[in-house]
């Protein structure tokens, strides 16, 4: 990670800690831009956006971050979440379900979704 992008997402996420979620959120979309692949700053992104009620949009970016990386736990409970306050009950159910594999020490098969 170059220092650029890890300058970026530290200053992010200090503004995300002190409750600047707008700047934070301009932050996360540099940290992307910077590396389309940086799932952290993918994660970080949706849930500064879920914060801020863009829900549409914070569920793409916990979809992006499943795709980067769909063995992490934390990535499928935060993309149910999403899902639920988007009202969206059978996509929430399936990324629970994925949570809970990865929970109880499984994994997930992305070429079956």
Not at 14 to 35: H, P, Q
Not at 57 to 79: F, R, V, Y
Request: proline share 2%; charged share 20%; glycine share 10%.
């Amino acid at each position: 990670m170059s220092d650029t992008l890890q300058d970026t997402f530290d200053d992010a996420t200090g503004d995300l800690a002190i409750g600047e979620f707008e700047a934070a959120i301009v932050g996360y979309r540099k940290c992307v831009a910077l590396d389309p692949a940086f799932f952290n700053g993918w994660q970080a992104l949706g849930m500064a956006l879920m914060k801020t009620g863009e829900i549409k949009e914070a569920i793409g970016c916990g979809i992006q971050a499943t795709i980067l990386q769909p063995n992490d736990l934390l990535a499928w409970t935060a993309l149910s979440q999403m899902y639920v306050q988007d009202e969206q009950i059978a996509e929430a159910e399936h990324a629970k379900q994925n949570a809970t594999i990865l929970g109880i020490g499984g994994r997930v098969d992305k070429t079956r979704d």
